[in-house]
Nanobody
């Protein structure tokens, strides 16, 4: 059974930091692109960051560049998202995602989803 289990969400003041973790099981983690999407109320789900399975290249949404850092630990089958200088507009449910292709730049390339973790940034 494939599982992506997120943790680390919560309530934080603007300017604060959070670290999201996603533990994967049930598939060959090393062979999958892995990353994070988010969905705010009334908005479409958008890709925040992902790491390629092939060459380790990294994608960031423009609005999070310089503030968020993604990393993966293949030995632990875990992906992290370190979020700093958080803004109220970062408030959303954050979803861990995995895809068997070289990247998951689009949600249509995602094979597996986590259940999501809420991140709320107060002003």
């Amino acid at each position: 059974e494939v599982q992506l289990v997120e943790s680390g969400g919560g309530l934080v003041q603007a300017g604060g930091s959070l670290r999201l973790s996603c533990a994967a099981s049930g598939f060959t983690f090393d062979d999958y692109a892995i990353g994070w999407f988010r969905q705010a109320p009334g908005k479409e789900r958008e890709g925040v960051s992902c790491i390629s399975s092939s060459d380790g290249s990294i994608y960031y949404l423009d609005s999070v560049k310089g503030r968020f850092t993604i990393s993966r630990d293949n030995a632990k089958n875990t992906v992290y998202l370190q979020m700093s200088s958080l803004k109220p507009e970062d408030t959303a449910i954050y979803y861990c995602a995995a895809g068997s292709g070289p990247d998951i730049a689009s949600l249509y390339l995602v094979d597996y989803w986590g259940q999501g973790t809420q991140v709320t940034v107060s002003s």
